[in-house]
């Protein structure tokens, strides 16, 4: 994949040198992407494609914030224009009056993005650019309108059919070992003897997902343990003493750590997609097998229980388990989903909440947030897309009988 990219790169590279010079390279980006819009020319379509790129990534945040605001306030919908074929399409439904509609409900900034992205190198370069633009237009009604437009674009581009799943290994290549320790977001990695150890015994496993416009960048990885029986700790999952669980006795895998490495695709969900292709290869793989879990953390915890008033249980691993498990059955938002963003995400896949667990993890970070407290969520392969309509349409919680009997016990304070 990558010397495919390379090559790619190669001849995309070469025609562009190839290209005249022009009068562009002194004018402001924002000109650039007004001419852009309007060119017909490939070659010099991509000659300012690039410009634009390498100039945005030049700028300041002042820099960039102006260009951003520039292509949403002069790029967006002409709502006359939307209005007026709108009305056509309605009085006289055709092809022609369809064509004029689609093309007026469709903001230009659209077609801008997508040019800019043929240039060689861009896809990467334009998912900066929504970081740039989620971390700068916060809270600015034409800016976030704007972010609906990568979000629509990237959705397309980074949809499943297009993605590469990897496995990753001690024998994978220095620049993508170090980006697994850079993105880790759940449990840190602080040096290459402790990423040795997650990857290189032949009880370990992680896996990432690759764009073949992106080949040198994971998306989004998760790390797997295989073990015998359920774990409830973190530290012990992890420990330098464990010893190697032979690959055919293991009856268990565990996924320990997901992390999403691209800020610019956040909202673009990969990790149902990733779970789920990583438990059938293993289960294709490893037929001995049986079970498929997380040991998962409970980043809103604490936070809601300080909400509450509701002291967290300090010497009563049942009691913290009790109330963990209220926490994550009935502490709901307005809209019905879990308070818990960890819960959100593997209840939406269609997994079970199968156990809770004190002291689970009892690093700083994990008191902080949740108490030290952990839950393992329960992929069974054969009902995650029941489980799943049923939390999307009704906002059922899969649980185990345990779980519940526990989340009854939760002592609260009364009204």
């Known amino acids: 994949m990558t010397i495919l990219a390379d090559l790619l790169s190669t001849v995309f590279d070469r025609r562009h040198r190839s290209l005249p010079d022009s009068d562009t390279a002194n004018r402001p980006i924002e000109d650039l992407a007004l001419d852009l819009v309007g060119e017909a020319g490939e070659l010099s379509g991509l000659q300012l494609a690039g410009q634009i790129l390498s100039g945005f990534a030049a700028r300041d945040d002042e820099g960039k914030l102006a260009f951003l605001t520039h292509i949403a306030t002069r790029l967006n919908l002409d709502p006359e224009s939307v209005r007026s074929t709108l009305d056509a399409y309605e009085a006289q439904p055709s092809k022609a009056t369809y064509r004029a509609f689609m093309t007026a409900a469709e903001p230009r900034r659209q077609e801008l993005i997508r040019r800019l992205n043929s240039y060689p190198?861009?896809?990467?370069?334009?998912?900066?650019?929504?970081?740039?633009?989620?971390?700068?237009?916060?809270?600015?009604?034409?800016?976030?309108?704007?972010?609906?437009?990568?979000?629509?674009?990237?959705?397309?581009w980074f949809n499943r059919g297009f993605l590469v799943l990897r496995p990753i290994s001690w024998e994978s290549p220095a620049h993508i070992l170090e980006k697994i320790i850079a993105y880790e977001a759940v449990h840190a990695i602080d040096n290459?003897?402790?990423?040795?150890?997650?990857?290189?015994?032949?009880d370990r496993r992680c896996f990432a997902f690759f764009h073949p416009a992106m080949p040198d960048e994971p998306l989004i990885f998760v790390e797997v343990a295989?073990?015998?029986?359920?774990?409830?700790s973190i530290q012990n999952l992890l420990s330098e003493t464990n010893e190697t669980v032979p690959e055919d006795q293991a009856d268990t895998a565990v996924f320990y750590s997901i992390s999403n490495c691209q800020t610019g695709l956040a909202g673009i969900s990969f990790g149902n997609s990733l779970i789920k292709q990583v438990a059938s290869d293993l289960s294709a793989e490893l037929p001995g097998l049986q079970t498929f879990v997380t040991l998962s953390p409970i980043p809103g915890l604490v936070r809601w229980a300080i909400g509450e008033n509701i002291p967290l249980p300090q010497d009563s691993p049942e009691e913290m388990q009790a109330l963990t498990a209220h926490y994550l059955l009935h502490a709901r938002r307005p809209d019905g989903l879990p308070v818990d963003p960890v819960a959100r995400f593997h209840l939406g896949n269609g997994a079970i909440l199968h156990a809770v667990h004190a002291d689970g993890d009892t690093s700083p970070k994990g008191?902080?947030?949740?108490?030290?407290?952990?839950?393992?969520?329960?992929?069974?392969?054969?009902?995650?897309?029941?489980n799943h309509d049923a939390f999307v349409t009704e906002r059922n919680i899969a649980a185990s009988d345990p779980v519940r009997k526990l989340a009854l016990s939760a002592k609260l304070p009364t009204e």
Do not use: C, I, K
Request: glycine fraction near 10%.
């Open 367 to 386: 008191r902080a947030q949740s108490g030290g407290a952990m839950v393992n969520y329960l992929y069974d392969l054969d009902r995650v897309a029941q």
């Open 121 to 156: 190198g861009a896809t990467g370069a334009l998912v900066r650019m929504r970081s740039d633009l989620l971390r700068l237009g916060r809270g600015t009604p034409e800016l976030e309108a704007l972010d609906l437009d990568f979000r629509h674009l990237l959705s397309s």
């Open 226 to 232: 295989l073990t015998r029986g359920l774990p409830g």
């Open 192 to 202: 290459w003897d402790n990423l040795r150890r997650r990857l290189e015994p032949r």
